[in-house]
T-cell receptor
Framework: GNSVTQMEGPVTLSEEAFLTINCTYT??????LFWYVQYPGEGLQLLLK?????DKGSNKGFEATYRKETTSFHLEKGSVQVSDSAVYFC?????????????FGGGTRVLVKP | GAGVSQSPSNKVTEKGKDVELRCDPI?????LYWYRQSLGQGLEFLIY????????KSGLPSDRFSAERTGGSVSTLTIQRTQQEDSAVYLC????????????????FGEGSRLTVL
């Protein structure tokens, strides 16, 4: 079956530090991959996505590259801000035929201290 | 507002009682999803509605759980005879088209309904 595994948190770091959140997946075929973010008191929202191998998704200074050879989609940001404190979810969509029924990882809480 | 609206935001109930959770999706979105987020867990898929098609109920954990979507818009998730393990945040999301055409995996989530079963 399809599954997503991401590093457990919480991850605590200082402002301007480098952030990496690891995400690996198991899926048949050619899934699309996503990162969603949940800021305190808000609903989940799409952060970035990649729909095929070697694609790089980017948004708000975050980047993730779809690596089919390692079945990974690690999220990175070079210099985090306090406002990046949130829970980050890695997710996959198995195929277009599966519609937008996404499989999510367990979430990683990130806390950025000033 | 223009986003996905869920109610109630918080619900405390006693074991054995029935509860109903409501979701009002974004206008024009044909696909609607329910997920469950338990403490320390990821998002667990429950059910998915796409237009007038039969819903995908493959994620419902037991026959105590059911959901309906009236008129292709508002959805209600019903949990009968609640148990303590049902305590979680129930998230609703909608998207333009669940078949992935033109929406490419972007789901719009509500803030969730937190259910506590005593």
């Amino acid at each position: 079956g399809n599954s997503v595994t991401q590093m457990e948190g919480p991850v605590t770091l200082s402002e301007e530090a480098f952030l990496t959140i690891n995400c690996t997946y198991t899926a048949t075929g050619y899934p699309s991959l996503f990162w969603y973010v949940q800021y305190p008191g808000e609903g989940l929202q799409l952060l970035l996505k990649a729909t095929k191998a070697d694609d790089k998704g980017s948004n708000k200074g975050f980047e993730a590259t779809y690596r089919k050879e390692t079945t990974s989609f690690h999220l990175e940001k070079g210099s985090v801000q306090v406002s990046d404190s949130a829970v980050y979810f890695c997710a996959l969509r198995p195929s277009k035929a599966a519609g937008n029924k996404l499989t999510f990882g367990g979430g990683t809480r990130v806390l950025v201290k000033p | 507002g223009a986003g996905v609206s869920q109610s109630p935001s918080n619900k405390v109930t006693e074991k054995g009682k029935d509860v109903e959770l409501r979701c009002d999706p974004i206008s024009g979105h044909t696909a609607l999803y329910w997920y469950r987020q338990s403490l320390g867990q990821g998002l667990e898929f429950l059910i998915y509605f796409q237009g007038n098609s039969a819903p995908d109920k493959s994620g419902l954990p037991s026959d105590r759980f059911s959901a309906e979507r009236t008129g292709g818009s508002v959805s209600t998730l019903t949990i009968q005879r609640t148990q303590q393990e049902d305590s979680a945040v129930y998230l609703c999301a909608s998207s333009l088209d669940g078949r992935g055409q033109g929406s490419a995996g972007e789901l719009f989530f509500g803030e969730g309904s937190r259910l506590t079963v005593l």
